[in-house]
Nanobody, 129 residues
Framework: QVQLVESGGGLVQAGGSLRLSCAAS????????MGWFRQAPGSEREFVAA????????YYADSVKGRFTVSRDNVVNTVYLQMNSLKPEDTAVYYC??????????????????????WGQGTQVIVSS
């Protein structure tokens, strides 16, 4: 079964940048839509971004639009989340997830946790003020 592994998290000052990566072992990402979610302490997990199989379609939560960029490199079976202009409220554990479908559905569908079948363990991002 595919395992997803996130990396790239860490501690950064407000206004800084981080780039998260999500790699797969035991399976492939290249035939699936992918998503990023995050969970802050004491909060429910929330949608961050999603990307279609070929990367031609992306969708972002309003809270990160204009600051975060999701991308993918299907040659190396990896999905990325570039996070710029980070804010303390971006502090959370970030998870990547593999979609259940290889075709892009509605933005509403792609923002739901139930649209994804495999999840990584998460990587911690802490943004200090």
């Amino acid at each position: 079964q595919v395992q997803l592994v996130e990396s790239g998290g860490g501690l950064v000052q407000a206004g800084g940048s981080l780039r998260l990566s999500c790699a797969a072992s035991g399976g492939t990402l290249r035939n699936y839509c992918m998503g990023w979610f995050r969970q802050a302490p004491g909060s429910e997990r929330e949608f961050v971004a999603a990307i279609s199989v070929r990367g031609s379609i992306t969708y972002y939560a309003d809270s990160v639009k204009g600051r975060f960029t999701v991308s993918r490199d299907n040659v190396v079976n990896t999905v990325y989340l570039q996070m710029n202009s980070l804010k303390p409220e971006d502090t959370a554990v970030y998870y990547c997830a593999r979609g259940l479908q290889n075709t892009w559905n509605s933005e509403s569908y792609m923002s739901r946790e139930t649209s994804y079948g495999n999840w990584g363990q998460g990587t911690q991002v802490i943004v200090s003020s």
